[in-house]
């Protein structure tokens, strides 16, 4: 969700495993942010990324402060489930149903190749982005890279940059293109980097995985997002079962998993 809370990169840090760092690269924190971003363009061409989709992406960028602080500030989330679904999914039901009806074929497909109801996509499309709306402001290349260069959770944030170059250099989308959250969460339903490569599909068939403005291409990536997590077919998701907990993949905190499902269950009964 395009908001100061980033529970997914959060929940992907816990479950990052530390690795050597190759020799050329530089540390987190030490000598100049420009010093760590050559050994980590270095990395980069080591790993395969062209010269040019670096040059394109990194050329320029600078440290940002102000997504450091956001990264250590972060506010225990402490709303009650009835507190966040009362705040935001009144608002977005006549959208929503509006929504499920605009994009009714598509969602037809989805569901079918995916087994996921379109009503789970679009809630979690209206609650992450107010459906495109709200992508963030944050240019993501930037982002990662400062929260990479910070010792925080630095390898985390090395792995997503070199990610979000992979998507760059696939052709899905341009570097430009790329603003979000300040986590790095991207596109229309806030992927991560990590989660935009191994999910992303093309569904509009213009052979390019655009998250950013191609509506077909954000559901049916996010319906494949959660069948890749082990959507149960025709099973509700009530609290305590299995899609449930696949919900819970999309983003850890129980309040939010179980927003998702609410509002789900009331685009359902929307007429």
Known sequence: MATGFSIKAVALSALLAVHAAPAFAAACG?????????????????KGISQTVIAASLAGVTFDKAVIARDQNQKVFSQTFEEFSGRLVPPRI???????KQYGSVLGRIEQTYGVPGE??????GLETDYGVNLGKFQTVRSLASLAYDCRRSELFKAELMDIL?????????????RGAWAGEVGQTQFMPSSYVKYAVDFDGNGRRDLVRSVPDVLASTANFLAGKGWQRGKDWEPGSANFAVIKEWNKSDVYARTIGYFATQLTRAP
């Open 30 to 46: 030490s000598g100049t942010f420009e010093g760590w971003l050559d050994d980590f363009k270095k990395e980069a061409a080591a």
């Open 166 to 178: 992979r998507v760059i250099e696939r052709g899905d989308v341009a570097p430009q293109d790329l």
């Open 120 to 125: 789970i996509i679009v809630a979690i499309w």
């Open 94 to 100: 006549t959208r929503g149903s509006n929504m499920l």
